[in-house]
């Protein structure tokens, strides 16, 4: 039988609102360079400016963004969406970062299936895509250990650290979701 967990709710994170004590210390952590890669971030942004961003987001009627949290001590560690929801074709894309001291712990890949969750059981999506760039390993992994699939690459689609790199878009049906 299937473990019920609640809609925001992984094995290692919780999915919540952003609160304006995140503002700061989440800015810091998508400041990384690295971080800001995998982003196609240009330059380091002000708080200001992550702020704005996360406002808007919240307003946005086809996004549903969150902070992600570690469920131990609460710490929160990234941010992750469901953004471009179209409730006529029942899909949306997805976006997801976490800070660098967090990276393979498991938390990307629990926020990917806990998100992708909540978006199938509770917004009644059927399909849910995103775009990795293939300098990413780790996060394409990621995806794929939730069920994404590649179905198509997009070569030298991006320019990132000085250099055009290629993308591969994934996409997840509700069906396919390993939970």
Same mark, same amino acid.
């Given at each position: 039988?299937?473990?019920?967990?609640?809609?925001?709710?992984?094995?290692?994170?919780?999915?919540?609102?952003?609160?304006?004590?995140?503002?700061?210390?989440?800015?810091?952590?998508?400041?990384?360079?690295?971080?800001?890669?995998?982003?196609?971030?240009?330059?380091?942004?002000?708080?200001?400016?992550?702020?704005?961003?996360?406002?808007?987001?919240?307003?946005?009627?086809?996004?549903?963004?969150?902070?992600?949290?570690?469920?131990?001590?609460?710490?929160?560690?990234?941010?992750?969406?469901?953004?471009?929801?179209?409730?006529?074709?029942?899909?949306?894309?997805?976006?997801?970062?976490?800070?660098?001291?967090?990276?393979?712990?498991?938390? *990307?890949?629990?926020?990917?299936? #806990?998100?992708? !969750?909540?978006? =199938?059981?509770?917004?009644? @999506?059927?399909?849910?895509? %995103?775009?990795?760039?293939?300098?990413?390993?780790?996060?394409?992994?990621?995806?794929?250990?939730? *069920?994404?699939?590649?179905?198509? #690459?997009?070569? !030298?689609?991006? =320019?990132?650290?000085?250099? @055009?790199?290629?993308?591969? %878009?994934?996409?997840?049906?509700?069906?396919?979701?390993?939970?």
């Amino acid at each position: 039988m299937e473990e019920h967990r609640p809609p925001f709710e992984g094995s290692l994170v919780r999915l919540r609102a952003h609160e304006p004590a995140d503002f700061s210390a989440l800015n810091d952590l998508i400041n990384e360079p690295e971080v800001g890669a995998g982003l196609g971030m240009a330059m380091p942004q002000p708080v200001s400016a992550f702020k704005a961003f996360i406002e808007a987001g919240a307003k946005d009627p086809s996004r549903a963004t969150f902070a992600i949290e570690r469920i131990e001590g609460r710490v929160p560690v990234g941010g992750c969406s469901l953004f471009q929801i179209e409730t006529s074709s029942r899909s949306a894309v997805l976006g997801i970062w976490l800070g660098k001291p967090y990276w393979d712990a498991g938390l *990307g890949t629990d926020a990917v299936r #806990t998100l992708c !969750r909540f978006g =199938f059981d509770h917004m009644n @999506l059927q399909r849910i895509e %995103l775009t990795v760039f293939d300098t990413n390993a780790r996060a394409k992994r990621a995806y794929e250990k939730v *069920g994404f699939v590649v179905e198509g #690459t997009r070569r !030298r689609s991006e =320019f990132v650290d000085g250099r @055009l790199v290629g993308s591969d %878009l994934m996409a997840l049906l509700a069906e396919g979701l390993t939970r």
